[in-house]
């Protein structure tokens, strides 16, 4: 998947027939996706096939054929039954489903379908839980990657894009990236982490679908980041430029829906702390 920043949205990239899917799967090490088992059965769920086939190849190269059903589906497409994928409701599920965003992959639904249908109550649900935090930074940096800026084309001849265009807010898309490959002194964290979603993916708690989350936090200069490895961090453009001092009291407002996640601080939300 990738963004396609004409129109947008993200959209899948045809590789071409060439293309190894064998050798990107196992550089990534993509192989266990969903695990469901019960007493000594093992159902793998994938719904890609070039990850399906390689799972099946790690499968039986390591000798678990027997043990391990690859089943090439979307889980919510799975079945149970005497003549469904699975035999009977599964006690442990294990998924890795997750991407930068956590939810961009629909995990929130394969959680919600696979409790609802595919699980006995009282399973156990691998991961259970996780959460969100956000950050809110000041870098002209990453700003200018999202921003049109003018365009000098000769000696004195410069382009400058039209205000509109200048202001507009460009997609709402996430931008993965290694904050720590981003040089210190280019950004400024103006507030500590803030949590700003849960997640339980167990089925005690109901999962929702569209959430907002509003709060009023301090701005102050920090040096705390969240660490993070393999997932990268991403980062939200705000739709609107907020000047930010020291003490001020921003309103961060977070939303997300089945996929994705976005962020805004109102313009008028900033104020001085008396
Ligand atoms: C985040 S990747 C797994 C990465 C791997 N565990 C790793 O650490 O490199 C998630 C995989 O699960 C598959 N997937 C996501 N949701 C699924 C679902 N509901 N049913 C079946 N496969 C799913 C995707 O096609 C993808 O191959």
């Keep these: 998947m990738t963004v396609n920043p004409i129109i ?15 050798q990107e799967i196992a550089r990534s090490s993509y192989m266990l996706i969903c695990f469901m088992m019960r007493n000594d059965s093992v159902i793998a769920c994938e719904v890609f096939h070039p990850v399906a086939s390689c799972a099946k190849d790690v499968i039986k190269q390591n000798g678990f054929e027997d043990k391990i059903k690859v089943v090439l589906k979307h889980s919510t497409e799975l079945t ?27 995990a929130l639904r394969t959680f919600q379908h696979a409790v609802k249908f595919l699980l006995e109550p009282d399973c156990i649900v691998i991961p259970s839980a996780a959460s969100v935090y956000a950050q809110i930074i000041e870098s002209s940096l990453i700003s200018s990657w999202n921003t049109l800026s003018p365009v000098h084309v000769a000696p004195g001849k410069i382009i400058v894009p039209p205000k509109k265009v200048t202001s507009c807010h460009g997609s709402a898309a996430v931008h993965d990236v290694q904050m720590s490959q981003i040089p210190q002194d280019k950004f400024t964290a103006l507030t500590d982490p803030i949590c700003v979603f849960k997640f339980s993916f167990t089925g005690e708690k109901s999962i929702e679908m569209n959430e907002t989350f509003i709060k009023q936090v301090t701005a102050i200069n920090s040096d705390k980041a969240q660490w993070r490895d393999h997932w990268m961090q991403a980062i939200y453009y705000l739709p609107d430029v907020v000047n930010v ?30």
């Design 8 to 22: 947008g949205k993200k959209e899948w990239v045809e590789k071409p027939d060439y293309y190894d899917y064998y």
């Design 80 to 106: 149970v039954g005497p003549d469904g994928d699975l035999k009977e409701k599964a006690n442990i599920l294990v998924a890795e489903v997750f991407d930068t965003e956590l939810i961009g992959e629909g």
């Design 245 to 274: 001092s020291a003490g001020d009291k921003i309103t961060l407002t977070a939303y997300h829906d089945e996929y994705s996640l976005w962020f805004a601080i109102p313009k008028a939300s900033n104020k001085k702390n008396n």
